[in-house]
């Protein structure tokens, strides 16, 4: 099978070489035939439009030029959210192009069908998870308001005597 490696990290402080590394060795041992490497440096949270690894990607996926596509975690593809995740990998599907994932092998196209229910639950794990911080972050910031309303109320109290 012809393979991509796709790797992506945050900032360029950060180096994809570990994780290229791994991937290559791994589908050298599935025999693959590894096509080409694509990277990006940015955020997941950005768009395949603006990661243009990843455009390259969905292109030649488009075009037919590879058979599976290799990436070291679900969230180096993408941290976009759920549906826009699912999304993409429903495009390889329609491509007709298998996906894998290197660190989570139950998020596979390769296998049985039921490795996608894995994928949502872990996709709804990382939903609740990113759910729970920002339910942190709104209650620390109302915490801080109630505080400041504290202290206002006080300051006008002295004001007054």
Do not use: P
């Amino acid at each position: 099978m012809r393979c991509i490696i796709y790797s992506r990290v945050s900032t360029d402080m950060q180096d994809t070489e570990n994780q290229i590394a791994q991937l290559r060795e791994y589908a050298d041992k599935q025999h693959w035939e590894i096509v080409t490497v694509k990277t990006d440096i940015c955020s997941g949270s950005k768009s395949s439009d603006a990661r243009t690894g990843l455009k390259e990607v969905f292109d030649l996926a488009r075009k037919r030029q590879f058979d599976i596509l290799l990436f070291w975690s679900l969230d180096r593809l993408s941290r976009e959210g759920t549906r826009q995740t699912l999304e993409y990998l429903s495009r390889f599907d329609g491509y007709k192009v298998k996906w894998h994932s290197y660190t989570e092998e139950y998020i596979s196209s390769l296998g049985d069908i039921c490795r996608r229910n894995h994928i949502a639950d872990g996709l709804s794990r990382q939903a609740r998870a990113h759910s729970n911080f920002r339910t942190y972050e709104s209650r620390a910031c109302q915490s801080s308001r109630q505080w400041n309303r504290v202290r206002q109320t006080a300051h006008e109290n002295r004001s007054h005597t």
